[in-house]
């Protein structure tokens, strides 16, 4: 978090939330990023175009942040692969069960005053703020 500055943490909101603002008035969807994908790997007539283009979009915007920055961000991964390969599968796993992921339900589905995904954003939180805990404070470990 040594990075974090009021100025672009409202730039990052304002890009997120005016993406999926277009997305709804243009495509009458979601801006989820689980359905969108899931709709680029198992295309659905003209609706994968769209979704492509919406992936390829991410795709090159950090790509873009990366080549203006000048050099690869680094990531520190405190786990091993093993670990970070279950915790993928438990991710993807909880996408399916709460239909959908975070972008989904905290970002979309919150400003449309859903009562699911406040459900499901409130589960996302707490099992994170658990993880953490566990991880931290009786695992001795680290957790981002």
Known sequence: MENFTPVTALLGGLLIGTAATLTLWANG?????????????????????????FVLGLLSGALAYALLRGQPTPLDLQVGPGLTIVAGLLVG????????????HGICGLARFSRRSFTATLTFMLVAIITVFVMRHLMGGTAA
């Not at 796993?93 to 989904?104: D, E, I, K, V």
């Open 29 to 53: 969807r979601i801006a989820g990023i689980s359905g969108i994908l899931s709709g680029v790997i198992v295309p659905r007539g003209r609706d994968a175009v769209w979704r492509l283009l």
């Open 93 to 104: 796993f909880g996408t399916r069960l709460g239909s959908g992921c975070t972008s989904g």
